[in-house]
DNA sequence: ATATCAGTTGGAGTTAACTCCAAGTCAAGC
DNA sequence: GCTTGACTTGGAGTTAACTCCAACTGATAT
């Protein structure tokens, strides 16, 4: 595949996808002979993981250091469980926080909606 | 309460309350003869609203709206409702997205335990 | 009166994560 | 052989949201 193929798949810009490249993110991807990236369906699958994990909020150095941690084999095992478990749990405490806020602002609206009613209220913010 | 006051209490440092300030997010704070910044218990509360949106992800431009419609008074209260009600379905996307990615974690984290019980096991990513 | 300290301002600097650009290369179609 | 279009690179530019700084001021303690 091309970039620009993986590009509309993977719903990611080219200019991301090589920026991902030289941050460390992806690396080895094939090229043609005459130098042009051609990408497998495992890059598909590993591009699609590192978009969820960085919409979920997780950083480029966090996955550039599991990526490096992937190049020095098998030994990194436990290492790189570890450092998933930990950016798992700040995901976590942000589920928390989310739904908290989540909740804030369905009391807010609620709140709006019954000075939308009965005319004449104001918030105080 | 002056400035650090705040900062202390809200967990916010001083130079970002100062950016709000600049920013819009928040008015007419009350000044000593001197030209020294003096706080209110409101001014807190709003600070602390200010706060959780903005950990929920809500953008410094949406809240920058939201209370310059406040200034316009009464006859924006529907705009104001609908400007929340637009961000909470927003931040409901991403929760939905964050439970997701972090089952997606659970599960990888787990073959890694599985992997790590049997020896020799390496994983594609 | 002077030193200290917390506060003030406008504006510059920083960081993460892209995003864009110019100049060049390569393969395919005419 | 030439044009076209997609690709390449290194590096510059952008954006949001702070964060820091220098130069100044006003109140308080000695």
């Given at each position: 595949m091309t970039i620009s193929e993986v590009s509309k798949k993977c719903n990611v810009s080219a200019?991301?996808l090589r920026?991902?490249e030289?941050?460390?993110?992806i690396?080895f991807i094939n090229r043609t002979?005459?130098?042009v990236r051609n990408y497998t369906e495992q890059d598909c699958k590993q591009i699609e993981?590192?978009?969820?994990?960085?919409?979920?909020?997780?950083?480029?150095?966090?996955?550039?250091?599991?990526?490096?941690?992937?190049?020095?084999?098998?030994?990194?095992?436990?290492?790189?469980?570890?450092?998933?478990?930990?950016?798992?749990?700040?995901?976590?405490?942000?589920?928390?926080?989310?739904?908290?806020?989540?909740?804030?602002?369905?009391?807010?609206?609620?709140?709006?909606?019954?000075?939308?009613?009965?005319?004449?209220?104001?918030?105080?913010?």
């Open positions: 200019d991301t920026y991902y030289k941050a460390g993110l690396s002979p005459g130098g993981f590192i978009k969820c994990m960085r919409s979920a909020g997780l950083s480029i150095e966090v996955l550039r250091k599991y990526f490096e941690l992937f190049k020095r084999g098998k030994r990194t095992l436990k290492t790189r469980r570890d450092l998933l478990a930990k950016e798992r749990e700040s995901l976590r405490a942000r589920f928390i926080e989310l739904q908290d806020t989540l909740k804030r602002l369905d009391y807010k609206i609620s709140v709006y909606d019954k000075a939308l009613k009965s005319k004449d209220k104001e918030l105080k913010f």
